[in-house]
């Protein structure tokens, strides 16, 4: 059973659109975060002089899906956000919209403490798969005392639970589903239930898909089958289509026929599933039907609603309410 958190959050500014600083109850990290038009203001505060760990992201230049995101480390971060903030062709950075920067509140974070967590953020990002890493090198730093290391990974794991309510969703691993085949003689454990498996086939082009909705993602399997190219009206999925096939998302068949899926991908939504699969515009949940049952995912997901007791509140607290 997970456990919950107690999350504080500062519009520092007053508005959604300002500094944001963030801390979890008993942790002695500190977050701050803002645009890079907020770049003056974050340097000024005094956790910036601080040692720490940062990240810059900003829109994927390449092939458009995802995020770019820079993970650095310094014993001075206003210092560096400085530096990063400087034209490309002076040494700066130039793709980056926003930072994220993580300290400790009793400053207790060494030289030695930020250059590890550095190394296990990218380690991290690299496997969740959610965004572009430009950093140039992968600088695994293992040179801390066993104690100091048990610290840091509890430190990391509050790292990944505070960043995605920040917007930062980079470290989160990415929902895994299992492919459409699997070889005779592999043993796969069992998936941990998170919703039947949909069918998304479409018979009239020889298409096979399917999919599973896991930690609120929809997530379309590797080794299903798409349309070749988008061949509807363009519109909201247009662009997904074609950054996915750029990013090697998908790829065409053999029998060049078909895209295929090389990788378990994570949908923000089913219809955005379904339009990809189909090349054009599509209702996910009437066209994700429950593998064995023929129910729409609509029907499926009402069902689940209707399922559940309605919490009873006391009479005293009606009249109240």
């Known amino acids: 059973m997970n456990k919950g958190r107690t999350l504080k959050l500062f519009l520092v500014d007053g508005v959604p659109q300002g500094l944001l600083t963030a801390e979890i109850m008993n942790w002695t990290g500190h977050v701050i975060t803002g645009s890079r038009g907020k770049l003056t203001e ?3 505060r005094p956790e910036a002089r601080r040692a720490g760990v940062y990240l810059l992201a900003g829109p994927d230049t390449g092939t458009g899906v995802g995020t770019q995101i820079y993970l650095g480390e310094t ?13 490309e062709d002076k040494g700066g950075k130039d793709f980056w919209e926003r930072v994220c920067v993580i ?6 974070l060494t030289k030695g403490h930020v250059k590890y967590l550095e190394s296990r953020l990218i380690t991290v990002a690299q496997a969740a798969g959610r965004c572009v890493l430009v950093n140039g090198t992968d600088p695994q730093y293992e040179n801390l005392p066993e104690a100091d290391r048990s610290d840091m990974e509890f430190f990391l794991e509050q790292i990944q639970t505070l960043l995605p309510v920040l917007g930062f969703d980079y470290l989160r691993a990415a929902p895994q589903a299992p ?19 949909f069918v998304g086939d479409i018979r009239k082009h020889e298409i096979t898909a ?23 009206v363009d519109g909201t999925y247009t662009l997904l289509f074609e950054e996915l096939v750029k990013a090697g998302v998908l790829e065409p068949t053999s029998d060049g026929r078909h895209n295929v899926f090389t990788k378990s991908y994570a949908f923000s939504s089913p219809s955005a599933a379904a339009a990809v699969v189909a090349g054009r515009s599509a209702n996910g949940r009437t066209h ?3 593998e064995g049952s023929g129910k729409t995912y609509a029907e499926w997901q009402e069902e689940q609603v209707g399922q559940l007791t309605p919490v009873l509140v006391p009479a005293e607290e009606a009249t109240l309410a």
């Open 42 to 44: 974050l340097i000024q």
């Open 75 to 87: 014993d001075d971060v206003a210092t560096r956000l400085k530096l990063h903030n400087r034209p």
């Open 103 to 108: 300290t400790s509140k009793d400053a207790n």
């Open 179 to 197: 492919s459409m085949k699997v070889p005779d003689d592999v043993t796969v454990p069992p998936p941990v239930p998170q919703s039947p498996i």
């Open 210 to 232: 399917r999919a599973q909705e896991i930690e609120g993602e929809f997530v379309v399997m590797k080794g299903s089958k798409a349309r070749l190219h988008w061949e509807g």
């Open 288 to 290: 994700w039907l429950v």
